[in-house]
């Protein structure tokens, strides 16, 4: 116990990390953030920006080439091809045609101001060949199904 010990030198520690190196991290990461920002918010106005007529275009041509297998399937199309047109009459007009039955969409007079007399009748011819197939358990034919499809697809485009 005699012996003491010297205590060591300080340690000199290795240079600091200068600022502008600090500085061009924060503004690396900095541009990143603000990239991925303007990539997501770009995304989402893109699909805000799809109008109601060029949706009910597309979900109608997404079953153009459907072909129903049995009543369960030839339920399920005349059902999407009834609720597009119905959204996209909303969409159109002031008539609430989701809450609507076909009956009372064809003695509304309001459809034929929106639609004129031919789309009008058109609109409920196809509606109600759905009714027919949905609730009445109507069979039909492939070709039935197709011109459905096709007359809802001419009438969304304008040209019923």
Avoid: C, N, Y
Avoid at 83 to 99: K, Q
Avoid at 106 to 134: C, H, N, W
């Amino acid at each position: 116990m005699d012996e003491l010990r010297d205590i060591k030198p300080l340690v000199p520690l290795s240079e600091p990390v200068p600022i502008w190196i600090w500085a061009l991290m924060a503004l690396v990461a900095s541009s990143l953030l603000v990239l991925l920002w303007r990539r997501t918010r770009r995304k989402s106005v893109d699909q805000v920006v799809l109008s109601e007529a060029e949706a009910a275009r597309r979900a109608l041509e997404a079953v153009r080439g459907f072909r129903p297998r049995d009543r369960a399937s030839a339920e399920r199309l005349q059902s999407h091809i009834a609720i597009v047109l119905r959204r996209w009459l909303e969409a159109r007009s002031e008539v609430h045609a989701t809450d609507m039955t076909t009956e009372e969409l064809e003695a509304d007079p309001r459809l034929a101001k929106v639609l004129g007399e031919e789309g009008r009748a058109t609109l409920v011819a196809i509606l109600t060949f759905a009714d027919a197939v949905r609730f009445a358990g109507r069979s039909a034919t492939e070709d039935e199904h197709r011109e459905s499809v096709e007359r809802a697809s001419a009438l969304v485009r304008g040209r019923a």
